[in-house]
């Protein structure tokens, strides 16, 4: 099979996306040996569509002279186009949407009407090309995120397409994520490697893929507080060395000791992976909490009379409503 993956993140190879769509292509290519070409969307020089509809009144070409030229005749020439990009404002970035919106050359100004809705007639024949939509997100869960882009690419590929949505995407590129990310990445590969073998995925392997890697509830500390509003955990995930030094400096002030940015590490309080120094054998509420196997400071009798808890929910009214059952 012939795969041209349509890279729209400006991140190129860095892209958070991409961790998803290389395990896709090794699942894929797991059954059977495909042939692949990822491209670069950022790279390529492509102007916006003007609306001129000249492309769809004389043949299909289109009064720029630029890349887009060359990437129609391989989009024309593969097998299955996979759309591999990072959430931008609930849809896709602009360098990948000037590409869709330059798909204008293939489509006549005909119309036909097919079932409820109405299509321009093609003018180039695409009809053995599937579709293939990869796109992962920074939000904990799916829900008010993909709706937009989901609805695009249904209406923009009413046939032959596939979906496949993952949130909190950006842990992919952070080595510190692995033990929750690798299991993750398997469930794509498996993807893959049944997408080549039947042309489609199971929906509930698609529901697992698309499913929180981290249960909400996990984000809540043992105290209340949310660890992803936290600038430490923020900075693991986006692997930003930049915010590590910033949340240093500040915690090394605030605390009177030396705390230097490669000891800011950390996933979350109660999520599996690395955690800060302090997390991870200091604070002691977490160590009270895990003595007494509790889930968070909310399941203990305690809870009101401890000053432990005290100085945390004293100055944070919210941690004190997340421990509330």
């Given at each position: 099979?012939?795969?041209?993956?349509?890279?729209?993140?400006?991140?190129?190879?860095?892209?958070?996306?991409?961790?998803?769509?290389?395990?896709f292509?090794?699942?894929?290519?797991?059954?059977?040996c495909?042939?692949?070409?990822i491209?670069?969307?950022?790279?390529?020089?492509?102007?916006?569509?003007?609306?001129?509809?000249?492309?769809?009144?004389?043949?299909?070409?289109?009064?720029?002279?630029?890349?887009?030229?060359?990437?129609?005749?391989?989009?024309?020439?593969?097998?299955?186009?996979?759309?591999?990009?990072?959430?931008?404002?609930?849809?896709?970035p602009?360098?990948?949407?000037?590409?869709?919106?330059?798909?204008?050359?293939?489509?006549?100004?005909?119309?036909?009407?097919?079932?409820?809705?109405y299509?321009?007639?093609?003018?180039?024949d695409?009809?053995?090309?599937?579709?293939?939509?990869?796109?992962?997100?920074?939000?904990?869960?799916?829900?008010?995120?993909?709706?937009?882009?989901?609805?695009?690419?249904?209406?923009?590929f009413?046939?032959?397409?596939?979906?496949?949505?993952?949130?909190?995407?950006?842990?992919?590129?952070?080595?510190?994520?692995?033990?929750?990310?690798?299991?993750?990445?398997?469930?794509?590969?498996?993807?893959?490697?049944?997408?080549?073998?039947?042309?489609?995925?199971?929906?509930?392997?698609?529901?697992?893929?698309?499913s929180?890697?981290?249960?909400?509830?996990?984000?809540?500390?043992?105290?209340?507080?949310?660890?992803?509003?936290?600038?430490?955990?923020?900075?693991?995930?986006?692997d930003?060395?930049s915010?590590?030094?910033?949340?240093?400096?500040?915690?090394?002030?605030?605390?009177?000791v030396?705390?230097?940015?490669?000891?800011?590490?950390?996933?979350?309080?109660?999520?599996?992976?690395?955690?800060?120094?302090?997390?991870?054998?200091?604070?002691?509420?977490?160590?009270?909490?895990?003595?007494?196997?509790?889930?968070?400071?909310?399941?203990?009798?305690?809870?009101?009379?401890?000053?432990?808890?005290?100085?945390?929910?004293?100055?944070?009214?919210?941690?004190?409503?997340?421990?509330?059952?």
């Amino acid at each position: 099979m012939k795969i041209l993956v349509l890279n729209g993140s400006p991140k190129r190879e860095q892209s958070d996306t991409m961790h998803i769509t290389r395990a896709f292509l090794d699942g894929m290519n797991e059954a059977a040996c495909q042939e692949d070409h990822i491209l670069h969307v950022i790279d390529k020089h492509i102007e916006y569509c003007t609306g001129c509809f000249s492309c769809m009144r004389n043949g299909g070409t289109c009064i720029h002279d630029d890349d887009m030229r060359e990437i129609l005749e391989e989009i024309l020439t593969s097998d299955l186009l996979i759309w591999s990009f990072p959430l931008y404002c609930y849809g896709m970035p602009a360098p990948l949407k000037a590409l869709l919106d330059r798909t204008l050359p293939l489509s006549s100004m005909a119309m036909q009407k097919v079932g409820d809705r109405y299509e321009h007639v093609g003018q180039a024949d695409f009809s053995h090309l599937r579709y293939l939509m990869i796109c992962g997100c920074g939000f904990p869960n799916s829900r008010h995120n993909f709706e937009p882009a989901i609805a695009q690419f249904k209406l923009c590929f009413p046939g032959g397409h596939t979906i496949l949505t993952v949130p909190e995407s950006p842990m992919f590129s952070a080595p510190e994520a692995a033990i929750v990310t690798e299991p993750r990445l398997a469930l794509v590969k498996r993807a893959g490697k049944q997408y080549a073998e039947t042309g489609g995925i199971d929906a509930s392997l698609l529901a697992e893929i698309g499913s929180p890697m981290i249960p909400e509830e996990k984000y809540i500390a043992y105290c209340g507080l949310d660890c992803e509003s936290c600038e430490a955990r923020r900075a693991t995930v986006n692997d930003d060395d930049s915010l590590r030094q910033k949340v240093a400096k500040e915690w090394s002030e605030l605390n009177g000791v030396e705390i230097t940015p490669e000891m800011i590490n950390c996933v979350g309080c109660r999520i599996d992976g690395v955690k800060t120094p302090y997390c991870d054998s200091l604070c002691p509420i977490r160590q009270c909490a895990l003595d007494k196997s509790m889930e968070t400071c909310g399941a203990c009798a305690d809870m009101s009379k401890c000053e432990k808890l005290g100085m945390i929910t004293e100055n944070n009214a919210d941690a004190l409503e997340n421990l509330k059952p």
